[in-house]
T-cell receptor
Framework: NAGVTQTPKFQVLKTGQSMTLQCAQD?????MYWYRQDPGMGLRLIYYSASEGTTDKGEVPNGYNVSRLNKREFSLRLESAAPSQTSVYFC????????????FGPGTRLTVT | SQQGEEDPQALSIQEGENATMNCSYK?????LQWYRQNSGRGLVHLIL?????REKHSGRLRVTLDTSKKSSSLLITASRAADTASYFCLETSGSRLTFGEGTQLTVNP
């Protein structure tokens, strides 16, 4: 099992460009999450999906959109990137929302210039 | 919203010593989880303690929870150089998930 995979691993964008971060899990988990981590800080929740077909805002959703494409895949889109979105983005999944432990992907390091 | 608080922010010890990290939170929780992050990597789950539990063990890890003080502690016994990492607590409360800012642990050989 690959667990949680994320693509790409690294990305550089210019201000105003758009991109989609991809995430997939093969553990048959119901819930999936997107976080950002800024230097020296903990993770902040951007969006989450409790189950297929549902998505909800987390702590810092502004500037992002998400799609729960199916049970396996949960994508994060930046429509118009800003330098403040320079960060490391982590995707995670868990069996049920908030009840069980989360499994994390390796992260995407995004730089917006 | 404000993140949970962990202390210390950084901890440096010698191999074989014990390391204790603390996490304070602000609301009533469903559970509290501890994670480890090695530099440049994703987080790895260590242990989950539910709100009706007071102590849990897993190998060299011991977690306690004091709901009256809204705090939890993670103890790593007989530390190894490989334990060098950042450690984060995660509080789950209703629909909220809040990570602490982490403790950077350095274990010197």
């Amino acid at each position: 099992n690959a667990g949680v995979t994320q693509t790409p691993k690294f990305q550089v964008l210019k201000t105003g460009q758009s991109m989609t971060l991809q995430c997939a899990q093969d553990m048959n988990h119901n819930s999936m999450y997107w976080y950002r981590q800024d230097p020296g800080m903990g993770l902040r929740l951007i969006y989450y999906s409790a189950s297929e077909g549902t998505t909800d805002k987390g702590e810092v959703p502004n500037g992002y959109n998400v799609s729960r494409l199916n049970k396996r895949e949960f994508s994060l889109r930046l429509e118009s990137a800003a330098p403040s979105q320079t960060s490391v983005y982590f995707c995670a999944s868990s069996g049920e929302l908030h009840i069980y432990e989360q499994y994390f992907g390796p992260g995407t390091r995004l730089t917006v210039t | 919203s404000q993140q949970g608080e962990e202390d210390p922010q950084a901890l440096s010890i010698q191999e074989g010593e014990n390391a204790t990290m603390n996490c304070s939170y602000k609301t009533s929780i469903n559970n509290l989880q501890w994670y480890r992050q090695n530099s440049g990597r994703g987080l790895v789950h260590l242990i989950l303690i539910r709100s009706n539990e007071r102590e849990k063990h897993s190998g060299r890890l011991r977690v306690t929870l004091d709901t009256s003080k809204k705090s939890s502690s993670l103890l790593i016994t007989a530390s190894r150089a490989a334990d060098t990492a950042s450690y984060f607590c995660l509080e789950t409360s209703g629909s909220r998930l809040t990570f602490g800012e982490g403790t950077q642990l350095t274990v010197n050989p």
